[in-house]
């Protein structure tokens, strides 16, 4: 079943720019990872600093194994070192209502 995955997190002070700008870099290959069907970046309109990625995909386990691929490679730790605290992740499923 598909997958809504929405991280959200605060950059550090003076660390918007780099954050957006090692997404720019990043999401390509996101986008072409097995089981993505999507991913969005978002800014706050009240604060430059709050960002939500909007990621679609096939699956809680793709979004699993995508991030455990991020986590090898050193991507996840470059990302999380930009942000205040860890990013928060929730997950939700499409509802036939």
């Known amino acids: 079943m598909a997958t809504l995955v929405l991280l959200e ?16 870099d990043e999401l390509p290959a996101t986008r072409r990872y097995d ?34 691929w991020r986590r090898e490679t050193g991507v996840l730790a470059r990302l999380v070192a930009l942000f205040e605290s860890p990013p928060q992740i929730r997950y939700f499923e499409p509802q036939d209502l």
Do not use: F, N
């Open 9 to 24: 997190g605060k950059a550090k002070p003076g660390q918007a720019t780099d954050l957006l700008a090692l997404l720019r």
């Open 35 to 68: 089981g993505c069907r999507g991913v969005t970046a978002h800014t706050s309109t009240d604060d430059d600093h709050t960002l939500v990625l909007v990621e679609h995909w096939d699956s809680q386990a793709h979004y699993e194994r995508y991030i455990a």
